[in-house]
């Protein structure tokens, strides 16, 4: 039986801890992908995309290989990855969890003033935040600061110091903002969409006039930013407009809610893909808020 490396230890500990894992090669890169999947045979690492574990027997598909399993971490397919390994790194989203890499001393001085504190790791040049809860990856949100998550990994660097909190809507509204870019003018949706009346909020304890007057207020928000910032306000008006309907019994017709907060976004240029996000988020932190 191979022994098992001082790396691959790390990696035992963190996994019984509840972390995903996966081993680092030179460069803290992940390992290449297994013969079955060289050059794309595999049709082209579909788990770098979509939310999933890799079922290849060796690491591959970065990412999407980390486990939790003692038996595939310590499997004879994994002892050559262990033995080259020169770190360990994990996968965030799969443990509900969500990093916010800073990258140098400016960035650290904006998550200071701007984000709530939360555990923190010090990496080579800069920091980890890590709060719990998980939500898209995306990188260069803003200035030296990604965004580690469902589609990414991080490389561990210990346990950090201070007392993790939640996810904030500070950070998701920054992957919001990130794809908010607008697109060429005479994008449209090609589907149809539904409008919110009453007839689909039976369960609603707000009258017509107060959910379409708040409506209407944050769908002329939305139309206002013609040149940028349409996706980040509507994460906010999604939010704030879900935010009243936490303590209804419900339905409340949010859904058509959304496809109305999603027109508006469309209208002023933002892709739909984009929009559909940014509303989504918005509930989405409305909910884990109240609960």
Known sequence: MTQPTPIRRVACALAAAGLPVLPLRAGKVPFGN???CTGNACGGRPNMKTAGPCTCPAPCHAWAAATTDPHIITSPAWAPAWAEAVAVAYHPG???LTVVDLDNPAAIAWARENLPATRTVPTTRGQHW????AMPSANAVRPGVDIKSRSQYARWLGPGTGRMTVLPS???????????TPARRGVASSSPRATWDRTVASGCRH?????????ERGLSIVRQHTETGAGSQAFGVARFLAAQHTTCPGPCGL??????IVAAT????VPEPY???AVTNGFQTALERAA
């Not at 890590?130 to 809860?133: D, L, R, V």
């Not at 509204?173 to 794809?179: D, G, P, T």
């Not at 859904?255 to 109305?260: K, V």
């Open 275 to 277: 929009a559909r996000r």
């Open 207 to 215: 009258t017509e006039r107060y959910v379409r007057t708040g409506l």
């Open 266 to 269: 469309v209208s002023v240029g």
């Open 34 to 36: 297994c013969r079955a």
């Open 170 to 180: 500070a950070v998701r509204a920054l992957v919001v903002r990130e794809e908010a």
């Open 94 to 96: 799969g443990a509900e």
């Open 130 to 133: 890590i709060y719990q809860g």
């Open 255 to 260: 859904d058509a809610i959304g496809e109305e």
